[in-house]
């Protein structure tokens, strides 16, 4: 492998008092395919490091070297300061900065460059908001900063699911599901699909919003005056879509079978079977940046930080995704 193929991906921590740390020291057990810059404070991974007895070799990044392959061991970081000292499991809105800071040079190095891809381990929102910052999730605050219209897409092995609202209350969602929020949102799944992912023709199977897709209208008009009509323009640009379709329904053999994408309407239409089908083998991808983004399909987990219980699967997934979709975008 050359020097010019070697991808650098940054990695933030995230919540420094959850399991962040936790696996992202777990992954660098392993030989990785690229140059893993972590984005995080060298104290606190040097003692979560101790704390889970896991040899690691810290070393400070520095831009203007080659970019190399990461040997298990090594841990190359871009510091970040802490406010106060961190005791897992323990949230502390004086450290909400240092989280947010963390995003904001990855995106940043993502923009500029430095970076092929971003990948973000999960962080704590009520936190956040709680030291004073307006913050509704990773997805905002990086398109903040990137510009470009986010969608929101979780992807296994076998299956993709992507979304056309993401954290609203049930009762706001029918109203959200405009003409104009689901072109955009089918634009950008079928354009990244081609482009990120090499799918030539992607077949995308669109849910309706009401039980039964609505059953002709009696259990709801969304589907006839807004999903359907939005659908028939795609088809005639050629767009390869089925739907509405019954979201009870459509999550079976005889539909995925030759399915590439699933687009729900709202967030537990379609992440609840993605999960409960792949939980731990599932990757966040936030599309319609100019950036590429995934990240971890869990939250912070307190609970089991320092512990040793926690598992990288899903981070590793995403480190993963991030690599196939920054070389595919090469191409």
């Known amino acids: 492998m050359s020097i010019n193929t070697i991808k650098r991906i940054a990695l933030t921590v995230g919540e420094p008092s959850g399991i962040g740390s936790d696996i992202c020291l777990q992954l660098v057990q392993q030989d990785i ?10 104290g606190l991974l040097a003692e979560r490091a101790r704390q889970l007895n896991l040899p690691v070799k810290i070393s400070e990044f520095n831009q203007f070297t080659p970019a190399i392959i990461q040997t298990a061991g090594c841990l190359t970081v871009l510091p970040v300061e802490l406010s106060e000292p961190v005791i897992c499991g323990q949230l502390n809105p004086a450290n909400s900065a240092y989280v ?12 500029d460059g430095f970076f092929a891809a971003m990948v973000t381990a999960p962080v704590h929102k009520g936190v956040i908001n709680d030291a004073g910052f307006v913050f509704s999730g990773h997805t905002e605050y990086i398109a903040e900063i990137s510009g470009g219209h986010p969608v929101m897409m979780l992807a296994t092995p076998s299956l993709r ?4 609202t993401t954290h609203l209350p049930l009762a706001k969602v029918s109203q959200a599901i405009t003409h104009s929020r689901l072109k955009s949102v089918i634009q950008t799944l079928n354009n990244e699909l081609r482009s990120r992912f090499r799918i030539e023709n992607p077949e995308i199977l669109v849910c ?13 008009r969304e589907e006839i005056d ?9 088809r005639k640009q050629g767009v390869n879509l089925k739907g509405p379709l019954p979201a009870d329904s459509l999550f079976t053999p005889k539909y995925l079978e030759t399915a590439d994408a699933v687009l729900a309407m709202y967030h537990d239409q379609g992440l609840p079977v993605l999960k409960y089908s792949g939980f731990g083998q599932a990757v966040n991808i936030t599309l319609g ?3 590429i983004r995934t990240s971890v399909d869990h939250g912070t987990a307190l609970d089991l930080a320092g512990t040793g219980k ?9 480190l993963q995704t991030a690599l196939k979709m920054a070389h595919a975008e090469k191409k």
Do not use: W
């Open 100 to 111: 947010l800071k963390s995003i904001s040079l990855a995106t940043q190095g993502c923009l």
């Open 161 to 164: 699911v992507a979304l056309v």
């Open 208 to 220: 309706g919003l009401n039980p039964h897709a609505g059953e002709n209208g009696h259990l709801g």
């Open 289 to 291: 940046l100019p950036i």
């Open 33 to 42: 395919p690229c140059q893993l810059i972590v984005i995080g404070n060298p």
């Open 310 to 318: 926690a598992s990288s699967s899903s981070l590793e997934f995403a």
């Open 226 to 234: 807004i999903i359907a009509p939005v659908l028939d323009c795609f």
